[in-house]
């Protein structure tokens, strides 16, 4: 039987799309280093006001550092 914070856990991993704040805990990063990598990424989507990251994109982007 799944706890319920691990179904919200797996819930938050699920997720395409992303702000900056959750993107930063996500992938562990400072908020601006975060900022700064989605838009090399080309990542970002903006929407009025509001800024989403796509994280296939983003994670994409960071495959690209590996060793």
Partial sequence: MYTRKEVE???????????YQ????RYSLGL??????????GAIYKID???LVNTEIF????????E
Avoid: M
């Avoid at 959750?22 to 805990?25: F, I, K, P, T």
């Fill in 9 to 19: 856990k797996t819930k938050r991993y699920a997720k395409k799309f992303v702000r």
């Fill in 22 to 25: 959750e993107g930063a805990e």
């Fill in 32 to 41: 601006s280093k975060f900022q700064a990598l989605a838009k090399e990424a």
């Fill in 49 to 51: 006001k509001v800024v």
């Fill in 59 to 66: 994670e994409n982007y960071l495959e690209s550092f590996r």
